[in-house]
Every structure is written in C-alpha cells, then in structure tokens.
C-alpha cells in the first residue's frame, strides 16, 4: 500500500507536514466571491467571458506591474507583464517557446528542487539533460555551476555534442542553458539567495546565454521586516548591458498568495521576451489562459484589497505556524542532532537527520506508527541525477495545520527519532 493510500484510509487524524497547500482558513473565499459578483455585473463581463488577448486582460498587467512596481519598489511596468495560467502552466509555455531540444544543452536545477518541476522539464525534450546544483551559504553553488557548463562548451568544441542546429524554425530566440531557481524562501529548502549571488547569476548567465527561470511564489510571504531584495529580473534589467530578450524572467503565481485553485499567474520579463512568450501556439489558439479568472483578480489587486489579505491575514497566520515551527525543532529535534534550515517567509522548513537516517524508511514509519506526514528528501532529487542527494532530508510544511498539531506533529517525530534510532545516535 502506498504512502498516499495510507494517508486516505486513516481520513481522520493525521498531522500533514507534506502538504504544500494553504489551510482553508487562509483562503479568502468572502473576497473571491465580491469580486466575482462585481465584474460578472459590470460592462466588463462581455470581455472576460470571450476569448483573451495573447499578452493577457490589459487593466490586470497594469494592475500587477503597478502592484509588484510598489512592492519591489521597482520600475515594472504593464509591458514588462504577460498573464499566465499559473507558474507551472507558464514554465511549459516559456519551455517550448525559448528552448530547443537539439539546440539547448542542458537544464541546470536547484538541489534539492521542487520536485514536480523535473516532469515538465522532461515533457520539453530533457530527459537524462537534467543536472542539479547544489545550494550554499549565499544560495548557490556558482563555481559549481560555470564548470559544468564550462564542460559543456568544451564538449561542443570537441564535436563530441550532438548535432546542434536547432529543431524549431528559425526566428524564435532560443537559449543554450536554462537554470532553475527558487530564489526567496525556496521549496523545498527555505534559503534566500543573497544579493552577491543574484547579481553573479545574472552575469554568468549573460556569459553562457543561459535563460534563469526564477520561480518568485513566496516573496511576498515574509515577515522578516527587511525589504524585499531585488530580483534576477530586476537585476538584470538594471544591469548595463541587456540583451532584447535578456536572460531572466520571473515566473509569478496568485496561488501561495489568493488560492492554487485560481490557476492563474504571470511572468514579468523584457517587452520582447513577454511579447514572445505570449505567442505561443496554444495561447495563440485558445487566447490568454485564465481570462475569466484573471479579469476577475484584477479589481481584487487594483483596489488593494490583495495586499490586504497578505498583510492582514496570511503573513501573521504563516507567521504564527513558522514560529511554532521553528520552536519546536529548537526543543525537540536540534538536541538530536537533527539540523534544520528555517526562514521567516514561504512554506517550508528543511530537516537534516544524521547520516544514518534513510527518510524514505522514516517517513513511513512516522506515517504508520504515528500519523504523521513528513516528505522525505529523495522527492527532492533532481530526476536522473545522481550526483545529489538527499535521503537523510526532509522537507516540513508549515502552511496546513495549526501551531498546536505543528508543534505536536515535531515531538512526534522525535519520539519517532529516538524509539527507532536511539542507540545509533
């Protein structure tokens, strides 16, 4: 029986530190509902319920550029802003739109990563091209990083890399490398990427005409009360030097923010780049997705109503369950020798257990014996390789349950720890 099976069986009772998602309490249910009311019964109504532009409802990419624009405290404006249907949706279509099976050589990924990203790398053509990165003290491995493309390039040198000439025609801007970040608070390792690294990033990218795919999903979820710092996409459009197309777009998502079930996003880059990826083919045939939904976001962002929520009502909530958290490790696992890395911002905490620990054993005897839910690092692994890895990890979530069973759903995990690793450690 599955892990999954297991979990549906028991229905009742079961602390989940797994699941990404928000607790319906943090889903402004009351908020949609207005807001829907009101465009549905506006003049507005005959347009959101057509097919959309390609670039997506015009008064919401003003709306968002506005919004990110005093957020940032940065420059975006509505051409810098095209509609997805989501981060996920969107990081299919700028895949197939800057990215050649034959003529991009690799894909380079965040380790530990979100694990749901590989698939979509690998339904794009990179099946075995998959190669992880570690993350550092500053956010990523960056040395790492330029040898191994730098080793790329010498296999193209050498002839010894398969025929390079793109499969796609001519005239769409394609990328030799693609690298994929989760910079603020990432999933599944709650690291921020300092400035240092960013701005490195951006210019290693620039050298190697790389596209950085910067998943931005948790910036605004932090309650560290510093500014927010800058993004790839900032840095490089402030950078001296960009290109058309530059080398970073930033893949936005209402889903951590208002409800995963809105299924709506953007993504923020050049004007060329933004224009470029709404010409997609199924965009082209279908017109922006999500246009009844996103024209319905937009008096929910342009009014303020938005930062409201987050401010008001996700932030403290979030908060309130990282704190619970993070005590709770403090008290329970760190004089276990568990480590852990923590951030007052996204989702996720990351658990380091000893060497000995295999949390793909672990984390179903936590499941079975004592109801709780943990995902073990292995989900983590960039698919095929195997240079990284990370089955003595976990990563928690603390956006689901309460503080109460969060605190108690750690102290489980430390009974757990020390009934079935006791004498070893």
Known sequence: MSSLDIIRNKSQGVINLFKGHPFKDLL??????RAVDKVLHSTRYGSVMQYGLDEGDPD????????????????????NIVISGGASQNLACILQRFTDP????????????????????????FQGRLKGVPENDEGLDLTFLEKCIQEEEQHAKKGSAPNEHPYKFDGYKLYRYIIYVVPSFGNPSARVMSLVCREQLVKLARKYDALVIADDVYDMLNWTNAEPLPRLVTIDRNMKGQSAFGNTVSNGSFSKILCPGIRTGWA?????????????????????????????????????????W?????????????????????????????????????????????EFVNTDDFHKTLLTKYDVVIAPGSAFHVTKDTSFTATNCARLSFSWET??????????????FKTEYGQRN
Do not use: H
């Open 28 to 33: 402004p249910n009351d908020m949609i509902s």
């Open 102 to 125: 034959i003529f991009t050589r690799k894909v380079f990924m965040v380790a530990p990563t979100y694990f749901l990203a590989c698939k979509i790398f690998e339904d794009s053509g």
């Open 403 to 416: 503080p109460d069973n969060i605190t108690k759903g750690i102290r489980l995990i430390s009974d757990a």
């Open 268 to 308: 923020e880059g050049t004007p060329d780049f933004v224009f470029s990826l709404s010409q997609t083919g199924s965009t082209k045939s279908g017109g922006c997705a999500s246009q009844l939904l996103a024209g319905c976001i937009e008096p929910i962002v342009s009014s303020g109503d938005l930062t409201k």
């Open 310 to 354: 987050i401010q008001g009502v996700l932030v403290p909530a979030l908060s309130a369950r990282q704190n619970a958290m993070e005590q709770a490790i403090i008290k329970y696992l760190v004089p276990l020798n568990i480590k852990y890395s923590s951030n007052k911002g996204g989702y996720f905490a990351w658990l380091e257990f000893p």
């Open 60 to 79: 919401l990419r003003c709306s968002v550029a506005k919004w990110l624009a005093a957020f940032y405290k940065d420059t975006t404006t509505k051409d």
